[in-house]
């Protein structure tokens, strides 16, 4: 099968999957593209199959092509030159924290300790999903919190790195303390150990719109 699987047909299966998203564009994004490559080459290594490196240059040189199409084609259509998610502004934080912290509802309550955790450890949401009581200490004037592993750990290497959380008493909207605290306060113990409820991240996103 490897065999007759070509450069050029994987360079069509990425224009397929370009014009099956929701832009229908003809070229995928570069950190699509590189997805595709990662899991390309991935499939060959648990195949245990190495690419020949006339079969790597062609691909690199494919992928080069692909990377200035995309770029030509949003210059031609106008297309939004930034990837992924923006990011939040600092405003629009001390904004939803506010709010938040007005609101007073259990699910208000969770949602500020989420968000001010995620903010202040500077990590993923799924980090902070998995955060553990085990975890975490607290070391001098701020709580330390230790990952298992991360995105780019996946190993667990950096288990010893202490990430921190300190306290804001000048602003209490924004203070990660306070906010946990007050979730602590609010809700049950959490199963095995965690800090946050298993389901977190669909809570969020499931969560009503904080009325301004």
């Not at 199959?49 to 106008?78: C, P, S, V």
């Not at 968000?115 to 553990?132: A, D, E, F, G, P």
């Not at 750990?153 to 209490?172: I, S, T, W």
Request: glycine share 8%; proline share 2%.
């Amino acid at each position: 099968v490897f065999e007759t699987l070509t450069v050029r047909i994987f360079v069509d299966f990425l224009h397929a999957r370009a014009r099956n998203n929701k832009e229908g564009s003809n070229f995928l994004s570069k950190s699509g593209c590189g997805s595709y490559r990662s899991a390309f080459k991935e499939l060959y290594r648990r195949c245990g199959l190495k690419m020949g490196q006339d079969y790597e240059d062609d691909l690199k040189t494919k992928f080069k092509g692909l990377n200035r199409g995309h770029a030509y084609e949003k210059e031609k259509t106008g297309g939004r030159l930034t990837e992924g998610k923006d990011p939040m502004s600092f405003a629009l934080y001390k904004l939803l924290c506010k709010k938040m912290l007005e609101d007073g509802s259990k699910e208000a309550i969770f949602a500020h300790a989420f968000l001010t955790m995620t903010w202040n450890l500077i990590c993923r949401s799924k980090n902070t999903v998995n955060i553990h009581r085990n975890h975490i200490t607290w070391g001098s004037d701020s709580i330390t919190i230790r990952f298992a592993h991360t995105k780019t750990d996946v190993e667990g290497g950096d288990q010893a790195r202490l990430r921190h959380v300190f306290a804001n008493p000048y602003n209490l909207d924004i203070c990660a303390v306070t906010s946990l605290a007050r979730n602590l306060h609010a809700s049950l113990p959490k199963k095995y150990g965690r800090l946050l409820d298993a389901k977190s991240y669909q809570r969020c996103k499931t969560l009503p719109l904080i009325h301004f």
